[in-house]
């Protein structure tokens, strides 16, 4: 008793969350095509996950949260942005849930509700995607070089520069593909659908 | 035998010696790579982050130029756009309404898209050519070099997706290193996380996951570690010296690629495989088996 320290999720009123949350853990199922009841909560995912060192709650916890609806804990959770997709968890659920499909679909929801705590993450994401639509392809260059301008990090990795000049490992111009417009138009019909409500 | 060859993004740049060594090595072994013409980024990691409609819209598009040069199968070297590759894949085989949402979403139709079946290089490799025939190739074996093969995760996983070797004890490297004369260790990381695409945003991540791939191939007593996938060969090798300056433990754990030695074994020059473009330097440990 008296612990400063608690966990805010460890002091929550679950009488009423499911009752609250019940449509936004039914659109978690839907989106992820995962059932969040499966999870009989043996932790087998925590204990093989190798980012669980960095999280703020467990695989497990986040799979119970959204069991109980404890929808703001989750969003807020650096957790969802610290899944690898290394997909250790997903190989050795004794229930097949498929917790990084999971974490995809919780991920992109803090996206739409303003949540990214995880800032960086979130930053090198949305150059990639925007290297992709712009060129069709990854300029790894210009990624990084973005990448180190906009999260304040001028001269992160300058070290290793030269040596990746050196070895021919970087190239200075971005390879474009010639339909590019092909690509253009999956990104913006995606986002179309996206706001007429949504896919299957 | 004629496939699609997806290099994917990292090998037109970083992986430069991946795609080149790929090429001759499947050339020896009677693989015909063709390159699927104006093929577009799988959206990697990011892409299925932010919509997972977005990422399979991606790698339909290049599923579809497959069918459009006539041929039925692709393969990728990279583990990450093998992922994304073969899970639009095996969905769009699955799911008719996913399927419909695609075509409207990227303007083309996917019935002959959805034949196409996709393989990573070291199945095709495995399956097509096999022990007996890689064996048949070598002319400098390797001379029992002690290596780490370093599957990985997306290689194997997820196991409904992959269908390939298995998810948490892969074999299938080590079988192809033996066939070339190397002694794969045993050892317990080959199918752990490098940390994969925290590589920029999250550096530590990296220094701290890899560390732990470089200790465990150092208990083990490889001399190299062995990878099949652009991500993990780029994690751990640029680095490495960061991973060495946080455990205080000098490794210079060369990081070399599958079909870098397959090509050494098969007598191209460490130059041709592209072996000089390594930060950790392999000179030491080829000239002491006679390769350099």
């Known amino acids: 008793m008296g612990s400063k320290t608690v966990k805010k999720s460890n002091l929550v009123n679950i009488s009423t969350l499911f009752t609250e949350s019940r449509s936004f853990v039914a659109m978690v199922r839907q989106e992820s095509g995962v059932d969040e009841k499966d999870c009989y909560q043996c932790g087998k995912c925590s204990a093989g996950c190798p980012l669980a060192f960095d999280m703020d709650y467990m695989p497990r916890e986040i799979m119970r949260m959204l069991q109980l609806g404890m929808v703001d804990d989750i969003l807020h959770s650096h957790t969802i942005w610290l899944c690898s997709h290394c997909i250790t968890c997903y190989s050795r659920c004794p229930r097949s849930v498929d917790l990084p499909r999971i974490m995809d679909t919780l991920r992109l929801e803090a996206i739409k509700r303003g949540h990214a705590p995880e800032k960086q993450i979130k930053l090198f994401g949305d150059l990639f995607l925007w290297s992709v639509r712009q060129f069709g392809r990854v300029f790894e260059m210009g990624l990084i070089m973005g990448f180190n301008l906009k999260s304040g990090q001028f001269f992160k990795d300058i070290m290793l520069g030269p040596a990746m000049l050196l070895n021919r490992k970087i190239s200075l111009l971005p390879h474009k593909i010639a339909d590019g417009g092909a690509v253009k138009e999956i990104f913006d019909r995606t986002k179309e659908m996206e706001r007429e409500g949504g896919h299957s | ?292």
């Open chain 2, 1 to 292: 035998m004629d496939i699609a060859y997806f290099p994917g993004c990292s090998l037109h740049a970083m992986a430069h010696e991946y795609d080149t060594s790929t090429r001759l090595v499947c050339q020896r072994l009677g693989i015909n790579l063709y390159e699927v013409p104006d093929w577009n980024c799988c959206g990697a990691t990011a892409a299925h982050s932010l919509d997972h409609h977005l990422s399979v819209g991606l790698s339909s598009r290049n599923l579809a130029l497959v069918k459009d040069m006539n041929l039925k199968q692709m393969t990728t070297p990279c583990a990450g756009c093998f992922n994304r590759l073969k899970t639009a894949s095996v969905e769009l085989k699955q799911n008719d309404d996913l399927t419909a949402e695609i075509e409207k979403l990227a303007g083309i139709s996917l019935t002959g898209a959805k034949e196409v079946e996709v393989a990573h290089t070291l199945q095709v490799i495995m399956e097509a050519v096999g022990m007996e025939g890689i064996k048949e190739q070598v002319i400098k074996p390797l001379n029992g070099m002690k290596l780490a093969a370093y599957s990985g995760c997306l290689i194997t996983r997820p196991r409904a997706i992959a269908q390939f070797d298995d998810p948490e004890q892969p074999v299938a490297l080590d079988h192809l290193l033996q066939a070339l004369g190397a002694q794969p260790v045993h050892w317990s990381h080959k199918a752990e996380c490098c940390g994969g695409g925290f590589a920029a945003s999250d550096t530590d991540i990296v220094v701290d996951l890899g560390g732990q791939v470089l200790e465990a191939a150092r208990q083990a007593g490889a001399e190299a570690i062995v990878a099949a996938c652009p991500m993990c060969q780029t994690n751990l090798d640029t680095r490495q010296r960061a991973i060495e300056d946080e455990r205080g433990i000098k490794y210079n754990l060369p990081i070399v690629y599958f079909t870098q030695l397959m090509g050494l074994a098969f007598s191209y020059s460490p130059r041709q495989m592209g072996l000089n473009r390594l930060l950790t330097s392999p000179t030491t440990l080829l000239r002491s088996r006679g390769l350099s």
